[in-house]
């Protein structure tokens, strides 16, 4: 465990120290699923979900309802799910809230309507912060971050309408409204979930994209385009190292943030086609419980990716 995670363990722990291990009874609410997966999502261990939901309920409690829990830090760190444990320094139990990594320890941390918890084993040795994912579709646009529901901004390149299109119907579909604006007019600000279409070439100059350009330690996203104009798209393992390169007709649906801000969605390709490919698998069967994904037509390529994909 680096110094980084540890601190932020620690610090947590001693902020449940003070404020106790509830949050007090209050209202309940209903329908939060409880998720628990190891090694990005791709073996599924158990998935629960509470109808009804006290007042008094955590993320850790509800998840200590349905499975086995050690911890240590004095209760703010999970240890062990079901007897899974990290098995180096560099392997450990992270979870996110409606796609969104969580910033306080599960003890601490109140449950909203509909709320998509979901708990991740997986290996940090490429970076210790993934801060969103896009496996909770439809979440964070239907149900917010922390029971507010955010508005939503769709910035969308001109080469790119059909693939726009398509993105702003499926997220009609869900109920979300969106504010459609050309990309690169700003405007959607820290208080709205910002979802951007367009091919790489497009989006390239976007602060989201420059994360995803600087590596996994900065977007926590397993992929990065390279060549003239972005024109391939490589695929990253879960140390960060090169596994395949997809060329024409690649796409990628990915999410990251930075500090207090709303996730910004991503949805890229090397060219209008691999747009096209992201815009049509923005659905929750296609997205379910993947950090990312890449698409080359009707073929899905979750990220990060296994060394022998």
């Given at each position: 465990m680096t110094s980084k995670v540890a601190a932020?363990?620690?610090?947590?722990?001693?902020?449940?120290a003070v404020a106790g291990c509830g949050l007090g009874a209050g209202k309940g609410t209903s329908d939060v699923a409880v998720t628990v997966t190891r090694d990005f999502g791709t073996v599924r261990?158990?998935?629960?979900?509470?109808?009804?939901?006290?007042?008094?309920?955590?993320?850790?409690?509800?998840?200590?309802?349905?499975?086995?829990?050690?911890?240590?830090?004095?209760?703010?760190f999970v240890e062990s799910i079901n007897g899974l444990?990290?098995?180096s320094s560099r392997r450990d139990w992270f979870y996110y809230v409606n796609g969104i990594e969580a910033s306080l320890g599960a003890a601490g941390t109140g449950v909203h309507k509909g709320d998509r918890i979901w708990w991740d084993l997986h290996d940090w040795s490429a970076t210790d912060s993934i801060p969103a994912v896009v496996g909770s579709f439809p979440e964070p646009f239907v149900h917010g971050?922390?029971?507010?529901?955010?508005?939503?901004?769709?910035?969308?390149?001109?080469?790119?309408?059909a693939a726009c299109q398509t993105v702003s119907s499926k997220l009609d579909a869900i109920g979300v409204k969106v504010a459609t604006q050309a990309l690169g007019a700003g405007g959607s600000g820290t208080d709205s979930i910002a979802v951007v279409v367009g091919t790489w070439q497009d989006v390239r100059s976007e602060f989201a994209a420059g994360l995803i350009e600087s590596g996994p330690g900065s977007s926590g996203i397993y992929a990065r385009f390279s060549g003239p104009g972005g024109s391939t798209l490589d695929l990253l393992d879960p140390h960060g190292q090169l596994v395949r390169t997809l060329g024409a007709g690649a796409g990628l649906i990915a999410a990251t943030a930075q500090y207090s801000s709303a996730p910004v969605w991503i949805i890229t390709g090397t060219?209008?086609?691999?747009?096209?490919?992201?815009?049509a698998a923005l659905t929750a069967a296609r997205l379910d419980y993947h950090?990312?994904?890449?698409?080359q037509g009707q073929t899905d390529f979750p990220v990060p990716l296994k060394a022998s994909s």
């Open positions: 932020v363990a620690i610090a947590l722990a001693v902020a449940l261990i158990g998935s629960v979900t509470e109808h009804s939901v006290p007042g008094s309920q955590t993320v850790m409690r509800l998840l200590e309802r349905s499975y086995r829990v050690s911890t240590r830090y004095g209760g703010g444990s990290g098995t971050i922390g029971g507010r529901r955010y508005p939503t901004t769709l910035e969308c390149a001109g080469d790119t309408a060219d209008k086609a691999g747009v096209s490919a992201a815009a950090f990312a994904l890449a698409v």
